[in-house]
Nanobody
Framework: QVQLVESGGGSVQAGVSLRLSCTVSGYNLTTYCMGWLRQAPGKEREGVAAIDSDGMTTYSDYLKGRFTISKDNAKNTLYLEMNSLKPEDTAMYYC??????????????????WGQGTQVTVSS
């Protein structure tokens, strides 16, 4: 059974950094890929970043290098480091997995397993 639990969200001022974590069970990050997505109020869910089983990363173009996805295989934990946060980054952030067998992920692909989300609110 795949279980994903996000943490690390909060309410912050614009310009600061936050690191989100996703604790993963039932899904081996050494073997499979994962991603981070977000959904702002009234908007569609959008891909943020993805990391392949070998550690290669991809990002949505609009981030312009502010976010970094990483993982700790030993802890089976996924991270999203978010720098220079802006009010438009306000959203619920989700970690997600496509399913066993997937080694390469992309931010906008279809994912089958989701965490409950962690809220990030950025004020100006």
């Amino acid at each position: 059974q795949v279980q994903l639990v996000e943490s690390g969200g909060g309410s912050v001022q614009a310009g600061v950094s936050l690191r989100l974590s996703c604790t993963v069970s039932g899904y081996n990050l050494t073997t499979y890929c994962m991603g981070w997505l977000r959904q702002a109020p009234g908007k569609e869910r959008e891909g943020v970043a993805a990391i392949d089983s070998d550690g290669m990363t991809t990002y949505s173009d609009y981030l312009k290098g502010r976010f970094t996805i990483s993982k700790d295989n030993a802890k089976n934990t996924l991270y999203l480091e978010m720098n220079s946060l802006k009010p438009e980054d306000t959203a619920m952030y989700y970690c997600a997995a496509p399913g066993k067998g997937w080694v390469r992920c992309r931010p906008g692909m279809a994912y089958n397993y989701w965490g409950q989300g962690t809220q990030v609110t950025v004020s100006s």
